[in-house]
């Protein structure tokens, strides 16, 4: 089993940033692709950034620029730097860890992010 754990949500105005931290703990696999997801109300989960073991990135077209995804593998933490925030951010963010083999989804329990205009 693999836990974990979101902070850094909150409340900003656009144009301003948050960071939001991940720690996982628990079996974590050594091949696996970490990263960020979110949810707005009335939508559907949607992918923002990921990061592999490789230390590849993938970025939603919609932050790129905007958003860096960042990895501590001493620290099992994956972070996400949000800058020039805008109201369509607002959203809970959740992390997600994938394990490849077999595949299988591990989810935090997300961190609310609010933008104001």
């Known amino acids: 089993q693999v836990q974990l754990v979101e902070s850094g949500g909150g409340l900003v105005q656009a144009g301003g940033s948050l960071r939001l931290s991940c720690v996982a703990s628990?079996?974590?696999?050594?091949?696996?692709?970490m990263g960020w997801y979110r949810q707005a109300p009335g939508k559907q989960r949607e992918l923002v950034a990921t990061?592999?073991?490789?230390?590849?990135?993938n970025y939603a077209d919609s932050v790129k620029g905007r958003f860096t995804i960042s990895k501590d593998n001493a620290k099992n933490t994956v972070n996400l730097q949000m800058n020039s925030l805008k109201p369509e951010d607002t959203a809970v963010y959740y992390c997600?860890?994938?394990?490849?083999?077999?595949?299988?989804?591990?989810w935090g329990q997300g961190t609310q992010v609010t933008i104001s205009s």
């Open positions: 628990g079996s974590i696999p050594s091949i696996n692709v």
């Open positions: 997600n860890l994938k394990r490849l083999v077999p595949r299988y989804d591990y």
């Open positions: 990061i592999n073991s490789l230390m590849n990135t």
